[in-house]
């Protein structure tokens, strides 16, 4: 990849393809996921963008990294932002879920039984009364 205007394309394309996933993503865990894939260093479409800076020739080198780098920053607070709005829905939806009603009745407690020192005298009673 020597040219940038190839990087540019990819990197509208790597843009495109970011914001119209993470409109579909419903939980923060497939976030983390698709973040993953992006923007991992080994496996990662922008973690491979940085591997080909080896290609690039010298003078271009300055101007690749700080494209690279500007799509990285710009990802990584897209995900947050998504990350943030799906991990406070999830919240809310389990403090929902777990929340008590205390206008309820309370559940009466069962009946227990005597203590067994209790027990024996009450038999010594019967036994000598």
């Given at each position: 990849?020597?040219?940038l205007?190839?990087?540019?394309?990819k990197?509208?394309?790597?843009?495109?393809?970011?914001?119209?996933r993470?409109?579909?993503?419903?939980?923060?865990?497939?976030?983390?996921?698709?973040?993953?894939?992006?923007?991992?260093?080994?496996?990662?479409?922008?973690?491979?963008?940085?591997?080909?800076?080896?290609?690039?020739?010298?003078?271009?080198?300055?101007?690749?990294?700080?494209?690279?780098?500007?799509?990285?920053?710009?990802?990584?607070?897209?995900?947050?932002?998504?990350?943030?709005?799906?991990?406070?829905?999830?919240?809310?939806?389990?403090?929902?879920?777990?929340?008590?009603?205390?206008?309820?009745?309370?559940?009466?407690?069962?009946?227990?039984?005597?203590?067994?020192?209790?027990?024996?005298?009450?038999?010594?009673?019967?036994?000598?009364?």
């Amino acid at each position: 990849m020597a040219d940038l205007n190839e990087l540019s394309s990819k990197l509208i394309a790597i843009k495109d393809e970011i914001t119209s996933r993470l409109n579909d993503i419903a939980s923060s865990k497939a976030v983390y996921e698709y973040r993953k894939t992006l923007m991992d260093a080994k496996n990662g479409q922008i973690g491979s963008l940085m591997k080909e800076m080896g290609k690039i020739p010298n003078e271009l080198k300055a101007e690749y990294g700080k494209k690279v780098n500007e799509i990285k920053n710009w990802a990584q607070a897209q995900f947050d932002a998504v990350d943030a709005r799906l991990k406070e829905a999830e919240m809310k939806k389990r403090y929902e879920s777990e929340s008590i009603d205390v206008t309820l009745p309370s559940v009466k407690p069962a009946k227990g039984n005597l203590h067994p020192n209790t027990q024996v005298r009450n038999q010594k009673v019967d036994i000598f009364g």
